[in-house]
């Protein structure tokens, strides 16, 4: 199920419910996403795309597995965008997008793509689109136990139960980096709580939250940037 | 009758393994060429020994010995820096060979510091370095010594829980500790006053 619902204020907004109770022994995960479109986007053929994290601050990251499954499911969809590895790109424009010193605003972008070593560089390799993705995963909350006996004739048995909740929650900023401006950005927030009942033997039911957060993200990100608005 | 707490397990099992293990690491990367103009200037580049053999060795109480050698790979990460910086750099085999050069850069190694998420009650292992370039007029006269701070760090939570997590965040933290070092004397040495009047000269 989704619900677009649109803000005033901006040009386009888009706010997704999906709901996923998967397959048996998998546990439910509830993600939402949301759109916000600065600028008209779309893809021709040779255009690329690089998906970023951001690494400059001392005490959070976005998960490299994180940056990757949204590269890996961008590659994967019905409309395939073409997608350069974030390692690939960062070594092709070293030291530009080196942590310390990458672009935080897209002001700064308009400042290293004037450099014309590096204009050239982008424009050889046909980078289109920056994504950054600022965001993480956490374990909100967890309770319960669970023990395990070895009993006569070194059987192990369990009994108990644990439980835990994870939070993901992402932001993905689209810069266009032939136009040099923001072209609007999709965030998703997903969470969803695992359980490990035990009578004799465990049975993990595990949500599987970060994985939620990058398809429906990368499903939005698709959207956004090969529609042409 | 034994107990055990399950949500425990896996913990027990990865501290057994690595928890008071320490770490040993070797720094092997190739950091890349920088996308920068070069300066018009031939320039003589001394490596200095503390660049060459430079091993860190570190006791941290109750986690182990650590050991992080840095000491083949430096020599390479500044080759291309200054390959990239200035239109001629020649390698000087002392510092009296200068070769008619217009200046002579020796990059020094100062310090290393790092730290482990245990120490730090964070989630990354974090690697400082310290380095100084030492930049002689071809008369031999000290013109200035500047100072290269470089920083890497590494996500503990990019490594499964069976993985040697302290050797291979302390290795990918120096990786990009060198390649933070590059960065910045790529980006700024030039902006360096008595660069810039070196390069003002060469161009009068």
């Known amino acids: ?10 040009r386009a907004a888009g706010v997704g419910a999906i709901g996923i109770c998967a397959a048996a022994l998998s546990g439910c995960v509830t993600a939402t996403v949301q759109e916000v479109r600065e600028a008209e986007t779309g893809m021709t053929e040779g255009d690329r795309v690089v998906v970023l994290g951001r690494r400059h601050k001392t005490r959070s990251e976005t998960e490299t597995d994180f940056i990757d499954c949204v590269s890996d499911q961008l590659t994967r969809k019905r409309e395939p965008v073409n997608v350069m590895s974030e390692g690939e790109f960062v070594d092709s424009v070293f030291p530009w997008f080196e942590p310390l010193v990458a672009p935080l605003e897209v002001d700064d972008l308009s400042h290293v793509i004037s450099k014309p070593l590096v204009a050239e560089r982008i424009d050889e390799i046909g980078v289109r689109y920056l994504v950054w993705i600022e965001g993480h995963t956490e374990r909100t909350a967890e309770a319960g136990r669970l023990t395990c006996n070895v009993i006569s004739g070194a059987i192990p048995a369990c009994i108990g139960f644990l439980t835990w909740d994870n939070d993901s929650n992402y932001e993905a900023s689209i810069w266009d980096v032939r136009t040099g401006i923001n072209a609007g950005r999709v965030s998703t927030e997903a969470s969803g709580t695992s359980f490990v009942p035990a009578v004799v033997v465990p049975i993990p039911i595990i949500a599987r939250v970060r994985q939620s957060a990058c398809t429906t993200l990368s499903e939005q990100l698709q959207a956004f940037l090969v529609s042409e608005h | 009758m034994t107990v055990v707490r399950l949500g ?22 190739v950091v890349p060429s920088p996308l920068v103009e070069p300066l018009p ?3 003589g580049v001394f490596f200095d020994e503390s660049l060459r053999g430079y091993v860190h060795e ?20 500044f080759e ?14 002392s510092m009296e060979a200068t070769d008619g050069v217009a200046a002579v850069i020796v990059p020094v190694f100062e310090e290393l510091q790092f730290s482990i998420p245990a ?38 939570r990019n ?21 933070d070092a590059a960065a910045h004397l790529s980006l700024y040495f030039p902006r360096v006053p008595e660069i810039a009047e070196l390069v003002q000269g060469g161009q009068g």
Request: aromatic content about 12%; proline content about 2%; some cysteine.
């Open chain 1, 1 to 10: 199920m989704r619900a677009i619902v649109w803000s005033g204020a901006l």
């Open chain 2, 8 to 29: 425990l397990l896996p913990v027990a099992v990865a501290f057994a393994v690595f928890g008071c293990t320490g770490a040993n690491v070797v720094v092997n990367t």
């Open chain 2, 41 to 43: 200037l031939r320039v």
């Open chain 2, 58 to 77: 570190e006791t941290v109480e109750d986690h182990g010995d650590f050991r992080i050698e840095l000491g083949s790979v430096q020599v390479p990460v």
């Open chain 2, 80 to 93: 291309r820096a200054f390959d990239a910086l200035f239109e001629e750099t020649v390698a000087l085999s």
């Open chain 2, 119 to 156: 120490q730090t009650r964070g989630q990354f292992f974090e690697v400082w370095i310290k380095y100084r370039i030492d930049v002689f007029g071809s008369d031999g006269e000290l013109l200035t010594s500047w100072a290269l701070p470089a920083y890497g760090k590494s996500n503990e």
């Open chain 2, 159 to 179: 490594f499964g829980f069976m993985e040697d997590s302290k050797g291979s965040g302390l290795t990918e933290a120096s990786v990009w500790a060198l390649r």
